[in-house]
């Protein structure tokens, strides 16, 4: 099947910092792309629908200047944890809609887990 | 709104034993229906799926169908394996509108030798 890599895979910042991670589509042009948030024990949290060369969406209350995301090219789309806290630390999961294939499949990214000191 | 509630967490088993996890949804129009696998340290697979009422989803030993009746979505296996242990989500699309997947909270299933 199609793969989706994330990077990093984990991550560890101080208070204040931001950090960045990477989702990258390797076999398959997505113009759409998905970040979720998985807290302990629980399920997956959609947090933004990403849109190639447009503005992502935002679920109801995700702060889109807290979590920014870019999605500037077919295969690569980024997500910013700005001035990341305590709170943010979590697991930050990525999908990527194939256009070529059936709308409704997603291809998942093994995951980045980001603990905030 | 659009929901999925799967049966608690965590699921032990002894090998070749029977599985049942259950997932019920509901939603505002007619989903496809879907699960998700999370193997240790690995992304979500897709398992298995179905896109209408009745329709059954199978892959590696796993089925599920799709009940509009009882809106149900049950996940079984009739011998499981140790390499089967994993989490399990089931999930729902609407195929109109945005076409977001919504997740169960997940089942943590173990597998002993």
């Known amino acids: 099947g199609a793969v989706v890599s994330q990077h990093p895979s984990r991550v560890i910042c101080k208070s204040g910092t931001s950090v960045k991670i990477e989702c990258r589509s390797l076999?398959?042009?997505?113009?759409?792309m998905f970040w979720y948030r998985q807290f302990p024990k629980k399920s997956l949290m959609l947090m933004a629908t990403?849109?190639?060369?447009?503005?992502?969406?935002?679920e109801q209350g995700v702060e889109k200047d807290k979590f920014l995301i870019n999605h500037a090219s077919l295969t690569l789309s980024t997500l910013t944890v700005t001035s990341a806290h305590p709170e943010d630390s979590s697991f930050y999961i990525c999908?990527?809609?194939?256009?070529?294939?059936?709308?409704?499949?997603?291809?998942f990214g093994p995951g980045t887990r980001l603990l905030v000191l | 709104g659009n929901s999925v509630t799967q049966m608690e967490g965590p699921v032990t088993l002894s090998e070749e034993a029977f599985l049942t996890i259950n997932c019920t949804y509901t939603?505002?129009?007619?989903?496809?229906l879907f699960w998700y696998v999370q193997y240790p340290g690995e992304g979500l697979q897709l398992l298995l799926k179905?896109?209408?009422?009745?329709d059954k989803g199978s892959n590696k030993g796993f089925e599920a169908t799709y009940r509009k009746e009882t809106t149900s979505f049950h996940l079984e296996k009739g011998s499981v394996q140790v390499s089967d242990s994993a989490v399990y989500f089931c999930?729902?699309?609407?195929?109109?509108?945005?076409?977001?997947?919504?997740f169960g909270q997940g089942t943590r299933l173990t597998i002993n030798p």
């Open positions: 076999d398959f042009q997505a113009t759409t």
């Open positions: 939603a505002t129009g007619y989903p496809s």
């Open positions: 179905a896109t209408k009422a009745d």
């Open positions: 999930a729902l699309i609407l195929i109109q509108g945005a076409q977001k997947l919504v």
């Open positions: 990403s849109n190639e060369g447009s503005k992502a969406t935002y």
């Open positions: 999908s990527a809609r194939d256009p070529s294939g059936l709308q409704e499949t997603q291809y």
